[in-house]
């Protein structure tokens, strides 16, 4: 009986392992016709199939040459490594050359490290993450190896969200020192003058009643509305280069560099990054003209001894069609 039973789970796991073998096959053949034309993101993600239904120095090593024709170097030369580290526990003669071909590839895989300053505290590092995943912060200082392109470097330090952007070129290396404030410190309270003396009663002088300088209000309604515009431009150059980093990271990614060969996630991606670039423009029109009107409205203030015989107004608006300015008043 015992026998049997043997017999039977033996015969089980050659059919399963026979279709296992067949669909591997199936897939291999796949992955070659859309490498053919290239077609990397699924080329790429069907050789890792196979690889898993059938895990062997070849699998790896199909799926270092894809990633490596794509041009994702750093995880082809992490399959090129699994696959070295399988021929030389198999004492496979193959693996020799696959070091070699490693190695060759190394030379020209991107290097990436993240710093913080020496006098920064680690502890207010928080939720470190590379291109959307989590980096450990015992790697900070370590060169990291990646992809060439720009990669995208978020974090949290001293309670505020940030992020960061590191373009690496093939062949090239980059280091980015991460804003992490110092721990911070009171400071005392300054001490009293013993000098200062309390006014006996009867000893108070009158105060005379002051009157506002005359276009007081204006300068600084003047200042207000020109820091207002300084930070609209501020955030539209920080929206702009957001849109633009986007949009290239959209083609390469999912339009093989060419806005006529997006996929579904291509054009909508592009799409998106082109519209944070038309907000970007709109938002920099609004504040350009807030700070042209708080300028003037600084200048025309009217000064001591002059009448305020001029009542000035300069406004930004803000249509459907963009942005203007009105100029107008009372002469």
């Given at each position: 009986m015992i026998r049997a039973t043997l017999i039977a789970m033996l015969a089980l796991a050659a059919v399963a392992g026979e279709a296992s073998a067949n669909k591997a096959d199936a897939l291999f053949k796949k992955g070659k016709k859309l490498l053919a034309a290239k077609k990397y993101a699924e080329a790429c993600t069907t050789f890792e199939k196979v690889d898993q239904l059938d895990p062997g120095i070849g699998a790896k090593l199909n799926v270092a040459k894809c990633?490596?024709?794509?041009?994702?170097?750093?995880?082809?030369?992490?399959?090129?490594?699994?696959?070295?580290?399988?021929?030389?526990?198999?004492?496979?003669?193959?693996?020799?050359?696959?070091?070699?071909?490693?190695e060759e590839l190394d030379v020209n895989v991107p290097r990436l490290t993240i710093k913080i300053p020496e006098t920064a505290d680690p502890r207010s590092l928080v939720s470190l993450t590379l291109d959307g995943k989590l980096l450990s912060v015992d790697l900070l200082g370590t060169e990291q190896r990646v992809d060439p392109g720009a990669?995208?470097?978020?974090?949290?330090?001293?309670?505020?969200?940030?992020?960061?952007?590191?373009?690496?070129?093939?062949?090239?290396?980059?280091?980015?020192?991460?804003?992490?404030?110092?721990?911070?410190?009171?400071?005392p309270e300054p001490p009293t003058d013993p000098t200062e003396t309390t006014p006996e009663p009867g000893d108070e002088q009158p105060e005379e009643p002051t009157q506002p300088a005359p276009g007081r209000n204006?300068?600084?309604?003047?200042?207000?509305?020109?820091?207002?515009?300084?930070?609209?431009?501020?955030?539209?150059?920080?929206?702009?280069?957001?849109?633009?980093?986007?949009?290239?990271?959209?083609?390469?990614?999912?339009?093989?560099?060419?806005?006529?060969?997006?996929?579904?996630?291509?054009?909508?991606?592009?799409?998106?990054?082109?519209?944070?670039?038309?907000?970007?423009?709109?938002?920099?029109?609004?504040?350009?003209?807030?700070?042209?009107?708080?300028?003037?409205?600084?200048?025309?203030?009217?000064?001591?001894?002059?009448?305020?015989?001029?009542?000035?107004?300069?406004?930004?608006?803000?249509?459907?069609?963009?942005?203007?300015?009105?100029?107008?008043?009372?002469?």
């Open positions: 990633y490596q024709e794509w041009g994702k170097l750093a995880i082809a030369y992490r399959w090129y490594l699994d696959a070295e580290h399988m021929a030389a526990d198999t004492k496979d003669g193959r693996a020799a050359k696959i070091k070699e071909l490693a990669h995208v470097i978020e974090y949290t330090a001293g309670g505020k969200k940030k992020k960061k952007m590191a373009p690496v070129e093939r062949g090239g290396s980059s280091e980015v020192l991460l804003d992490v404030p110092k721990a911070k410190v009171g400071e204006r300068r600084i309604a003047g200042i207000a509305v020109a820091s207002a515009g300084g930070v609209g431009i501020v955030v539209a150059s920080a929206l702009t280069l957001s849109a633009r980093s986007s949009y290239k990271d959209a083609l390469a990614a999912h339009c093989m560099g060419s806005t006529t060969m997006c996929d579904p996630q291509g054009l909508t991606a592009t799409h998106d990054a082109r519209h944070r670039a038309n907000i970007a423009t709109v938002i920099s029109l609004v504040g350009g003209a807030a700070v042209i009107g708080g300028v003037v409205l600084y200048l025309t203030a009217p000064k001591a001894g002059h009448a305020d015989e001029h009542a000035l107004y300069l406004t930004p608006v803000v249509g459907a069609d963009g942005g203007a300015v009105v100029f107008g008043g009372r002469y």
